[in-house]
């Protein structure tokens, strides 16, 4: 059914995926603002009605900023409106239907074979550091270079310098999903006022240059600057660092689960990632707001409750691994879900074929948890017998 998150208190995240709703990892001031919707039928029904639970909230912080941090966004003129996954109706139909061109089927599956020659290249890189007995850092040699590259080929779009790629994202996350001090809000808002001030330029250009990219068709299909520069924001961390985090989930679980060799076959592969999507997907919640007082399925919702719906996790992996919320449900369903499982399964499923016997280097990966996001920080590895340093 649902449930409050309880607890008023702020603790240390934990060192695990949230399987289970853990109400004392998050602060009160999250505690007190969300109402937690474990069970997944309900989940299903009002992911299925967003005129009654709008997703206006989406893209909200999961927090209240201080005055200094929104004064640097304000400086910026930093404006991000309503479209696509915090937008409703004829407006988010429209734009989804001109980016679902550039995540068709047949678009996703010509980029197997390029992750897969990738992939095998920085693996066979790598081999020379596991001899001389370093340990390797999967997340930041695999993960991390992966998906950006498969975005900017997809949508037409180049993505920033990797290193500030990687920072703009992962503070983005944190800002808009966190619950950071005041002082930690001026360095995040800073940080997104930056991504916001290079998307305002790369978005300039890529209209300008009207070459068939992903913002030149937005464009060219009504859609403002505002909204196009809203849409690049997220989609430039939802459509690279998500799939990240779920490359680098599904490759501590291979590793820390004794499963690495056996995912040199595709289908054990295949199987670990549907695992990894049920039990702790990068994205294992995401939020609703309710329009009007409304019953449904015997729960009582009261307008305006800020809803916080489970997508991985809980209930779903009691009776089996059921991963079919892992992506969203309904009309806002996310455009890259067969994207982002493809490439974990290629990249997964490549790195065991070319560098196996591969061991867990240290203990259980560092996680990372916010409201809607959580991933292991890192996944170091080492081949057995290569004198690995501590």
Same mark, same amino acid.
């Given at each position: 059914?649902?449930?409050?998150?309880?607890?008023?208190?702020?603790?240390?995240?934990?060192? %695990?995926?949230?399987?289970?709703?853990?109400?004392?990892?998050?602060?009160?001031?999250?505690?007190?603002?969300?109402?937690?919707?474990?069970?997944?039928?309900?989940?299903?029904?009002?992911?299925?009605?967003?005129?009654?639970?709008?997703?206006?909230?989406?893209?909200?912080?999961?927090?209240?900023?201080?005055?200094?941090?929104?004064?640097?966004?304000?400086?910026?003129?930093?404006?991000?409106?309503?479209?696509?996954?915090?937008?409703?109706?004829?407006?988010?139909?429209?734009?989804?239907?001109?980016?679902?061109?550039?995540?068709?089927? %047949?678009?996703?599956?010509?980029?197997?074979?390029?992750?897969?020659?990738?992939?095998?290249?920085?693996?066979?890189?790598?081999? %020379?550091?596991?001899?001389?007995?370093?340990?390797?850092?999967?997340?930041?040699?695999?993960?991390?270079?992966?998906?950006?590259?498969?975005?900017?080929?997809?949508?037409?779009?180049?993505?920033?310098?990797?290193?500030?790629?990687?920072?703009?994202? @992962?503070?983005?996350?944190?800002?808009?999903?966190?619950?950071?001090?005041?002082?930690?809000?001026?360095?995040?808002?800073?940080?997104?006022?930056?991504?916001?001030?290079?998307?305002?330029?790369?978005?300039?250009?890529?209209?300008?240059?009207?070459?068939?990219?992903?913002?030149?068709?937005?464009?060219?299909?009504?859609?403002?600057?505002?909204?196009?520069?809203?849409?690049?924001?997220?989609?430039?961390?939802?459509?690279?660092?998500?799939?990240?985090?779920?490359?680098?989930?599904?490759?501590?679980?291979?590793?820390?689960?004794?499963?690495?060799?056996?995912?040199?076959?595709?289908?054990?592969?295949?199987?670990?990632?549907?695992?990894?999507?049920?039990?702790?997907?990068?994205?294992?919640?995401?939020?609703?707001?309710?329009?009007?007082?409304?019953?449904?399925?015997?729960?009582?919702?009261?307008?305006?409750?800020?809803?916080?719906?489970?997508?991985?996790?809980?209930?779903?992996?009691?009776?089996?691994?059921?991963?079919? @919320?892992?992506?969203?449900?309904?009309?806002?369903?996310?455009?890259?879900?067969?994207?982002?499982?493809?490439?974990?399964?290629?990249?997964?499923?490549?790195?065991?074929?070319? @560098?196996?016997?591969?061991?867990? %280097?240290?203990?259980?990966?560092?996680?990372?948890?916010?409201?809607?996001?959580?991933?292991?920080?890192?996944?170091?590895?080492?081949?057995?017998?290569?004198?690995?340093?501590?």
């Amino acid at each position: 059914m649902s449930c409050p998150f309880a607890g008023s208190t702020a603790v240390a995240p934990t060192s %695990a995926p949230l399987a289970t709703a853990l109400p004392g990892t998050y602060p009160a001031a999250v505690n007190n603002r969300y109402r937690s919707i474990e069970d997944p039928a309900l989940v299903r029904r009002i992911l299925q009605r967003p005129e009654d639970f709008t997703p206006a909230n989406a893209l909200d912080t999961a927090i209240d900023l201080e005055p200094a941090a929104l004064r640097i966004l304000a400086a910026e003129r930093f404006f991000l409106p309503p479209v696509l996954a915090s937008a409703g109706g004829a407006a988010h139909l429209a734009v989804r239907r001109i980016v679902a061109r550039f995540f068709s089927p %047949a678009r996703v599956a010509a980029q197997a074979e390029p992750i897969r020659a990738r992939v095998a290249g920085i693996c066979a890189a790598l081999a %020379a550091d596991y001899r001389n007995g370093a340990r390797v850092d999967l997340a930041a040699h695999l993960a991390a270079v992966i998906p950006p590259e498969v975005m900017a080929r997809l949508t037409g779009i180049p993505v920033p310098p990797a290193a500030d790629l990687k920072a703009w994202s @992962l503070d983005s996350l944190e800002l808009f999903w966190g619950w950071p001090d005041a002082a930690r809000q001026r360095e995040l808002a800073a940080s997104a006022a930056g991504f916001h001030a290079w998307l305002r330029t790369s978005v300039a250009q890529a209209v300008a240059r009207d070459d068939g990219n992903l913002y030149a068709a937005l464009h060219q299909g009504g859609v403002d600057l505002d909204r196009i520069r809203s849409l690049g924001y997220f989609l430039t961390i939802a459509g690279q660092e998500t799939t990240a985090m779920l490359i680098s989930t599904t490759l501590a679980a291979a590793l820390h689960g004794g499963r690495w060799d056996s995912c040199a076959q595709e289908s054990a592969a295949a199987q670990l990632v549907a695992r990894s999507l049920a039990r702790a997907s990068s994205v294992p919640t995401w939020r609703r707001v309710v329009r009007a007082d409304i019953e449904l399925d015997g729960v009582r919702f009261a307008a305006g409750e800020q809803l916080v719906l489970r997508l991985s996790g809980g209930a779903l992996m009691e009776d089996g691994d059921d991963d079919s @919320l892992a992506f969203g449900f309904g009309i806002h369903r996310c455009l890259g879900a067969g994207l982002a499982r493809m490439e974990t399964e290629v990249v997964l499923h490549t790195a065991a074929r070319a @560098l196996p016997g591969l061991n867990p %280097a240290g203990g259980e990966p560092d996680w990372m948890h916010l409201l809607s996001f959580q991933w292991p920080r890192t996944v170091f590895s080492s081949w057995p017998g290569a004198g690995v340093a501590a």
